[in-house]
């Protein structure tokens, strides 16, 4: 069954194997993981010139979209002029979400006030071009929470690498979000996220690799890539108690339905 990784990126993964983030190397990225079926995959932004980047990639490949922001670790610096063109970005028929934004208080690079802010602009913008908004949360789950019930979430919002416990999906899913599953739920020290994947029905659910980052067992501490993905697939399904085949198909139609993404050839 055909599956997309909903949130990797592919110019740190060329970064970080030490090469070009070119056409060839997207391309080449592509063609590995449509051998295993995943068969589009969303390159997020983390900067503006990151951002900038993704948007270029989506309008070169037919399997790739992109989503843009800066992240919150990312944010010292950013200006009126950085929110402009981001929303010029943004509005690019490829892009599908603005993200990855949030609150990261795990990395002690940037206040939490400030990435408050910053997380309100991006929420501000998800909104005025009408696009999902791609939440990074680490270790600020209640900050994340209240902050979107204070602003209005956007109509649609998607918890990238969720990492909450049962009683926070549970929250999540109640209010219409979709959570995100990566590499992480097949870790052996990862019961909790398990048990979080277990109460989010099927079609609040998606997957990713975040690929350089969160890699599957067995291949934790190297490099992750979208090919690597149905390992993830499979430990989401064996967590949430879904056949593989049924959980693929669940992921697809919410694709369609949250991303706008056509159906799978």
Excluded at 154 to 160: A, K
Excluded at 167 to 187: D, H, I, N, Q, W
């Amino acid at each position: 069954m055909p599956v997309f990784d909903s949130h990797t990126h592919l110019d740190a993964m060329a970064e970080r194997a030490g090469q070009q983030p070119d056409g060839q190397f997207v391309t080449a990225t592509m063609h590995a993981a449509r051998s295993v079926g995943v068969v589009r995959a969303v390159t997020v932004g983390d900067s503006v010139a990151s951002s900038r980047w993704c948007v270029l990639a989506a309008n070169t490949h037919p399997d790739v979209y992109a989503a843009v922001a800066v992240h919150p670790t990312e944010i010292t610096g950013i200006t009126d002029d950085d929110y402009v063109e981001l929303e010029r970005l943004a509005r690019d028929p490829r892009v599908v979400a603005v993200g990855e934004t949030g609150l990261d208080y795990y990395w002690d690079r940037t206040e939490p006030s400030a990435q408050q802010e910053q997380f309100r602009r991006h929420i501000d913008l998800a909104k005025r071009v009408g696009k999902p908004l791609m939440i990074h949360d680490r270790e600020a789950h209640q900050d994340v929470l209240r902050i979107l019930r204070a602003d209005g979430a956007p109509e649609r919002v998607v918890f990238h690498a969720f990492s909450g416990d049962a009683s926070m999906a549970a929250e999540c899913a109640a209010a219409g979000y979709l959570l995100s599953f990566p590499g992480v739920v097949t870790f052996r020290n990862a019961p909790a996220l398990r048990a979080a994947a277990a109460v989010v029905p099927l079609d609040q659910l998606l997957v990713e690799t975040d690929a350089p980052f969160l890699t599957p067992h067995p291949y934790r501490g190297r490099p992750n890539a979208p090919r690597l993905l149905p390992i993830t697939v499979r430990g989401l399904a064996s967590a949430t108690g879904s056949d593989v085949d049924e959980l693929c198909a669940a992921i697809a139609a919410t694709g369609r339905r949250f991303f706008g993404f056509p159906e799978d050839a």
